[in-house]
């Protein structure tokens, strides 16, 4: 039998105006969610996906019931997102620690993650990281692209490449966590973990502090250091391991799993006959006025971003979403006569994914820096017309 005691603490910090992160733990699972969106959709997001990851796993208390629980959660919030415009936009992050069962009754740890919340393991006062951020800076770390040191301090550090609620399929990392008698984790929110250094986190999570001390002692030292964003700490310490596991690493794609399209409302095929009458003006006249304020609302968030392209073999900055929106597809509105071919591996593969840029003076900086990284460069920036596209990644707010 295994079985952890266990802290909590989460707080707002000294920024921001309300409490995104959600937290829950018991003596079986253990989750916290980062949420991110504007119009408080954040703490939507990440209390909705505690609370049915909750009921998935109670029942189902194995590996695949908590991997099914987060793909339940990721529907779930993706639906709410498309059916409520409030909470257009939103998502979280999750770290996840669940007691699991195997097929012979034995109980061990295991770690299901996505996005930049981070879950770290203490043993006689040594702290180890067990999860990787999926964010832009850190992919480019483990692409050899950056130095840990540059990735610190990288405007992309937050943009994450993985959540919850962004789009049908998610990949999931699942560890299973290698835990004996004594050890703790700790599992966090970005806010604790970007204002603290590994030290501070091990000092301040170790014995000889209960875990009641050291929970509330990293919130108090994250606000200390600058409390810029909501900070969540939760922290297990394992009094009793039936068995170690042997530690496994391996990452899981979804697709949508039954449970999830159980819990998508069914939309419904009735259709109410209305009668229009032509004899009031004034409702032609809202009609068409929503009309065309909607339609100048989609065309500028078509258009409000750029990204960096290929264009029968150069580089090109386009202007819009690269998968177009409606009938608004993005314009090429600058390229280079740079090829593509003559750029680091590692940049043609972002490139074939396309890089999002907020202005079109970053988009052309940036190319002019993926120039300056292959052999040589000689790109000009004329302007021109035309049109493609691609895929997106999701920016935390
Ligand atoms: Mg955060």
Request: net charge negative; glycine share 6%.
């Amino acid at each position: 039998m295994t079985h952890w005691r266990h802290a909590e603490a989460t707080d707002t910090g000294l920024v921001r105006q309300s409490n995104q992160d959600a937290v829950y733990v018991d003596d079986s699972l253990a989750i916290v969610a980062d949420g991110m969106g504007g119009h408080a959709a954040g703490e939507v997001a990440s209390e909705m996906t505690i609370e049915i990851m909750c009921s998935g796993f109670v029942d189902h208390r194995t590996v695949e019931g908590l991997y099914n629980a987060i793909n339940a959660a990721n529907i779930s919030v993706l639906n709410d997102a498309r059916e409520n415009p409030n909470h257009f936009g939103m998502g979280t992050t999750v770290i996840a620690l669940g007691l699991t069962v195997d097929d012979e009754g034995v109980t061990s740890p295991t770690l299901c993650h996505v996005g930049d919340s981070r879950a770290y393991q203490l043993r006689d006062g040594a702290l180890r990281q067990l999860t990787e951020d999926h964010s832009v800076a850190e992919e480019w770390v483990r692409m050899g692209r950056l130095t840990p040191e540059e990735a610190a301090v990288h405007p992309r550090r937050h943009q994450l490449t993985r959540g919850i609620g962004v789009e049908e399929t998610i990949a999931v990392d699942v560890i299973s966590v290698h835990a004996l008698s004594g050890d703790r984790l700790l599992l966090c929110s970005d806010g604790l973990s970007n204002e603290l250094d590994n030290d501070t986190l091990a000092r301040l999570s170790s014995a000889p502090f209960t875990l009641e001390e050291s929970v509330l002692q990293l919130i108090e030292a994250a606000k200390e250091a600058g409390g810029r964003d909501n900070i969540t700490a939760v922290l297990v310490e394992f009094d009793e391991v039936s068995v170690a596991s042997a530690p496994i690493k391996r990452t899981i794609s979804s697709t949508t799993p039954p449970v999830a399209r159980a819990a998508a409302p069914a939309k419904s095929i009735r259709r109410k006959r209305r009668r229009l009458s032509w004899r009031t003006p004034a409702a032609l006249l809202i009609f068409i006025g929503v009309f065309v304020g909607a339609y100048f609302v989609v065309h500028w968030y078509a258009y409000s971003t750029y990204y960096l392209g290929s264009d029968t073999g150069t580089v090109a900055v386009y202007q819009g979403q690269p998968s177009g929106i409606l009938w608004f597809k993005p314009i090429k509105v600058a390229d280079t006569n740079y090829q593509v071919s003559a750029l680091r591996n590692t940049d043609q593969s972002q490139l074939s994914q396309t890089i999002p840029e907020p202005t079109l003076a970053a988009a052309i900086d940036y190319a002019t820096y993926l120039c300056s990284q292959a052999k040589s460069c000689n790109a000009s920036i004329p302007s021109s017309t035309t049109t493609t596209s691609t895929t997106t990644t999701l920016k935390k707010g």
